[in-house]
């Protein structure tokens, strides 16, 4: 075959379209952005037909800059931000805005789930806690407080599931989704009785779950009016953005190594043939858009968005802050000198799954800049992603290397921050803002046999020089870690209390 895959990416601040050609080259991208409807005790919501409308605009603004890429589209293959909960009605409309993965509204809803199962039973069923940062509770949130939607509601899909409905009119979702739900069974591969029993809801609001490579259908009529693609383009469903970063960093098995994402959320992830299941319960594990093949994961909620946050505060406005800022704090010291920033913005996931965390500055000085400030934050992501780092190796992981992707893998002095604080070299991938698109057209280009298997991924971006770590400068590291975990530990019970 010949021909491009056309991937949307629908990530949490808008939709990244890319062109691929069948010989895994980038030829043209485009995003279309929307809003996010932050709001108090934990909302996050966005307008699902924001995204439908994103997706056209962006296809469009592909086709305007290749013409002749439109009657050459093979497939349409998807990754979208997960954990969310789109709640449709019998026609597949919405019947409210999206409640994305960053909103935690449903604590009341976990504290009941986890009464009637228990965290240790959720996270060896599922593969991760039971928290309101999931599908499962913000269900039985709109259930609970908004009775008269939820009378509406007939499926329950994440993102890249309800464009894809859109343009085939197929409700199904992947493995890779699933799993990140709070509602899947991962050893059975099917949607857990058990959880979604206790959570009192009904298993047909589930959708039927098929491999990411399945050919769900094809662009209808309408559809293709709505977008500009052509009617009857076969449409591949794609996956979860978590484990499409994955196939973009070339992480396709154990042997591929660790990457970590630098997005709005951030994570370090690796590949392996089964669960990882750590007894502290620090890092979750999601199904792969590989068949067979899992990604354990640490996730923060507020990685990029932490380092976006302090430019806002200390910058506002100012072009090149960003390069700006990072020089500056590239120059100065935080940890090593009694300042830490605890970068629970949006309370936070791993390592410690508490809705109810707050960010924090502690240890704060008169003689502390900005430049300070900034240095603080990154080393707090940094600390934050180590501890999930440190759980993978204490459950068997080797961790030699990492390669990074997402916007923030731009930013060399970040990097070398990374290395130093986790004790390994960290070497930029070539393709950063497009690795989850990027495996979202190996997923396509699969799924109708335009590519012949999942290694392909691995020759499409390459490798930057690595950042070597300071064997001194991580000794030091190490022992500021153990700070930092123990501000946490301090603070903990203030969190709880506000």
């Not at 409309?93 to 789930?113: E, F, K, M, N």
């Not at 493995?175 to 029993?197: K, V």
């Not at 780092?389 to 204490?394: I, T």
Request: hydrophobic content about 45%; glycine content about 10%; overall charge negative.
């Amino acid at each position: 075959m010949s021909g491009f895959i056309l991937s949307h990416d629908l990530g949490t601040t808008g939709d990244k379209a890319t062109l691929v050609d069948a010989e895994g080259r980038v030829v043209a991208a485009v995003t279309t952005a929307y809003d996010t409807d932050f709001g108090p005790r934990g909302k996050a919501e966005q307008d699902a037909e924001a995204w439908w409308r994103a997706v056209g605009t962006a296809t469009r603004g592909l086709f305007d800059r290749v013409p002749d890429a439109r009657d050459n589209v093979a497939a349409v293959s998807f990754s979208g931000q997960m954990m969310g909960a789109v709640l449709l009605d019998a026609a597949g409309d919405p019947v409210r805005p999206a409640i994305i993965w960053a909103d935690t509204r449903s604590t009341s809803q976990t504290d009941r789930l986890l009464e009637r199962v228990g965290m240790e039973t959720g996270y060896r069923i599922t593969g991760h806690r039971l928290n309101p940062t999931y599908s499962l509770t913000k269900v039985m949130w709109v259930r609970d407080t908004e009775p008269a939607a939820f009378a509406r509601v007939r499926h329950v899909v994440n993102a890249k599931d309800f464009v894809v409905h859109r343009l085939t009119g197929a409700l199904v979702t992947d493995p890779s989704d699933a799993s990140s739900t709070n509602a899947y069974d991962q050893s059975a591969g099917t949607w857990s009785a058990e959880l979604i029993d206790a959570a009192g809801l009904d298993a047909a609001l589930f959708p039927e779950v098929v491999p990411s490579t399945t050919v769900v259908g094809h662009v209808t009529a309408d559809a293709a009016a709505a977008t500009g693609l052509r009617a009857g383009t076969p449409v591949v469903l794609g996956g979860g953005d978590g484990p499409m970063a994955a196939l973009g960093a070339g992480i396709v098995d154990a042997s591929s190594g660790a990457y970590t994402y630098l997005g709005s959320s951030s994570w370090v992830s690796l590949a392996a043939d089964a669960p990882l299941h750590d007894p502290q319960m620090r890092s979750m594990t999601f199904n792969h858009v590989i068949p067979g093949r899992y990604v354990p994961t640490a996730t923060m909620q507020a990685g990029g968005a932490s380092l976006q946050w302090i430019m806002d505060v200390v910058a506002p406005g100012e072009e090149a802050r960003y390069e700006r800022l990072l020089a500056a704090a590239d120059g100065v010291t935080a940890a090593e000198d009694g300042l830490y920033f605890l970068p629970h913005l949006l309370g936070e996931r791993s390592p410690y799954w508490n809705p109810r965390a707050r960010a924090v500055f502690a240890g704060l000085a008169r003689h502390h800049g900005p430049e300070h400030m900034a240095r603080a934050v990154v080393e707090g992501v940094a600390f934050n992603l180590y501890t999930g780092l440190l759980a993978f190796v204490e459950n068997g992981a080797t961790i030699e290397r990492m390669d990074a992707i997402g916007g923030a893998a731009n930013a060399a002095p970040l990097l070398r921050i990374f290395a130093d604080v986790w004790g390994v070299p960290v070497r930029r991938r070539t393709l950063v803002d497009e690795a989850t698109a990027l495996g979202a057209a190996v997923v396509g280009g699969v799924g109708v046999g335009l590519y012949a298997d999942f290694s392909v991924a691995r020759r499409m971006s390459e490798q930057a020089a690595p950042c070597e770590p300071d064997p001194a400068a991580h000794g030091r590291y190490r022992r500021e870690h153990a700070v930092f975990l123990d501000a946490y530990r301090r603070l903990e019970p203030w969190f709880e209390s506000l």
